[in-house]
């Protein structure tokens, strides 16, 4: 009894080390390489508070454009260097990269819930409200959402939560879309028919059983759309219309950064280059999940 009952309690274990072997096997180098930066931003998130040197606003004139290793004249103290107010780099680099980061994502999940949310109720109600849904995600995905972010931003002055609001408005229409699809598709199996016949409440059939077989494809998305709106952020708070002193962000950064692009090229290297690492090792992230997880692409 015992010798059973030690097999039945090997076996879930077993099936957890097979998925994640099944999961990254052959995996390219290149998504190894995205994992690791991946995982360095996200300590870098959650960690950041603790792991500064200085004060991210705290100045030092004296020490104002210091250059950073391995350029002739850096100080150890500040490895990265300085800005023009002479305060640290590494420490605004990292507090810029936990900002960045923290409001990509939170735009990207009220965009996913947001579409997510609005494609079950296209799908579950068809008629009139499927069309109004459907023609309002073809005129959000007609918009140049960056020029009237841009326009709602300068009439409206620096807001932080019209600032998030515009980001978790930047690309639900891609959830809705996605998600309407596949709840059409998903009704018409047999187990979602069965459990309607059963007496299943719409909600309880969709929390369940729907949206458990449809969220490989929408977080698969959401690695898509994430280093998206990493970039719709930077770029607004590059143009002076996103985070402002005396917070900081990585397009807050490279804004201020072009001023000295001959003089203390750093400035604006040092995060334009945090930027292309992790919107790239993001992309090739999601690009590897849609490949595993789609079957029309798979061999």
């Known amino acids: 009894m015992s010798a059973v009952s030690d097999t039945a309690a090997a076996v879930p274990r077993r099936t957890k080390t097979d998925r994640i072997r099944r999961l990254t096997t052959g995996m390219p180098v290149s998504v190894r390489l995205s994992l690791v930066v991946l995982v360095i931003m996200a300590l870098v998130t959650v960690f950041a508070r603790w792991l500064i040197p200085f004060e991210f606003d705290q100045m030092d004139l004296r020490a104002r454009l210091a250059p950073p290793f391995p350029l002739e004249g850096f100080d150890w103290t500040h490895p990265l260097g300085t800005d023009k107010l002479g305060r640290d780099v590494l420490s605004r680099l990292m507090i810029a990269t936990q900002t960045s980061i923290l409001l990509a994502l939170l735009g990207t999940l009220i965009g996913a819930v947001l579409g997510t949310l609005l494609g079950f109720v296209a799908a579950h109600f068809r008629g009139w409200v499927d069309e109004a849904i459907s023609t309002l995600v073809d005129f959000q995905a007609a918009m140049p959402w960056f020029i009237i972010a841009l326009a709602i931003l ?134 590897w999940l849609r490949t595993r997880f789609d079957p029309s692409l798979q061999d």
């Open 154 to 287: 300068a009439f409206m002055g620096n807001s932080m939560l019209v600032f998030l609001l515009l980001m978790g408005l930047y690309g639900w229409e891609r959830y809705a879309r996605i998600t309407r699809g596949l709840v059409f598709a998903a009704r018409e199996q047999g187990y979602a028919r069965a459990v309607e016949a059963l007496g299943g409440r719409p909600a309880v059939i969709y929390r369940r059983h729907v949206l458990p077989n449809i969220m490989s494809p929408l977080i698969v998305q959401l690695t898509i759309n994430f280093p998206e709106t990493i970039l719709f952020e930077t770029s607004l708070s590059f143009l002076g219309l996103g985070i402002r002193p005396p917070m900081t962000s990585l397009g807050q950064m490279l804004g201020e950064g072009r001023d000295y692009l001959v003089t203390a090229w750093w400035l604006a290297v040092i995060p334009g280059t945090i930027i292309f690492l992790t919107t790239l090792s993001m992309s090739i992230f999601g690009d």
